[in-house]
């Protein structure tokens, strides 16, 4: 015997939310109340102030290793309260299980995943576009005031594929934190603390280039104190992290 066809009025609730709807939902969280919504709109500002902070120093440094210190720093530090957005948004998810209505509209984890690493490419490219403008506009003029060659001119496209690089790198270790720690307060602390540790540990022998998320970007720029062994390594350690990130979120318990 064929069943009856459902309600017209039950069809939407039969139907998967669309991946953009996803999308839109995951926004919402992140700007949910009026502290979320401060906290995203004080972000870039944070960024702008601290590039305008980091890349005053060098001022007289006449390597190009020295006037890429303070871009590095930017790159680094200056999205911090970006990610730490992008990490509150991703742990707070099963901390809070906020994760509930959005798996019970659409079941499929992979798309969630998606949705999720869409809003961290939007925050990619903001925090990369500000720094691209600040150290091709802001740096340069600075450095001309000094009567200082601005160097990066040299290999201007190698610059802007080390700093959209680096960060890439950032982000996605900021969300494979909140992929891991599934608890907001743990998750930012570790991202947080974890940050300042590499920038320590990249002074004098520079220990942190065999595990550092940004050890790519610092390669390509060659700054790096360490050959294709230690960059190796940080791909294996972070891409492998970032897989367990992944399927962590997939198969993490909801309920």
Known sequence: M???????????????ASFGTVVGV????MTATVADKILVLSAPVLLVTLALLFLQGGMRDYTLDKQLL????????????MNVVLVKLIAAEWHYRS????LLAQ?????????????????WLVASGLNLLMTFTYYRSRLDAYDTQFLLDARPGAMAGTILLG???????AVT???LIPNTAGAITAYVLLSLLFVFLQSGID?????????????????????????TTSLAVWIGLAGVAIWRAGTREAA
């Open 70 to 81: 303070p871009v590095f720093l930017t790159i680094r530090l200056g999205a911090v309260l």
């Open 107 to 123: 079941p499929s984890r992979l798309r969630y995943v998606l949705a999720q690493a869409t809003i961290a490419f939007g925050v």
């Open 99 to 102: 994760a509930q209505p959005t």
């Open 177 to 179: 934190i909140g992929w």
């Open 26 to 29: 995951e926004l919402r969280k």
């Open 207 to 231: 220990y942190a280039g065999w595990v550092d998320p940004a050890e790519p970007a610092r390669q390509l720029a060659g700054i790096a104190k360490h050959g294709p062994v230690a960059l």
């Open 167 to 173: 960060g890439f790198c950032m982000t996605l270790f």
């Open 2 to 16: 064929i069943p009856a066809p459902a309600p017209a009025w039950q069809a939407p609730a039969q139907r998967r």
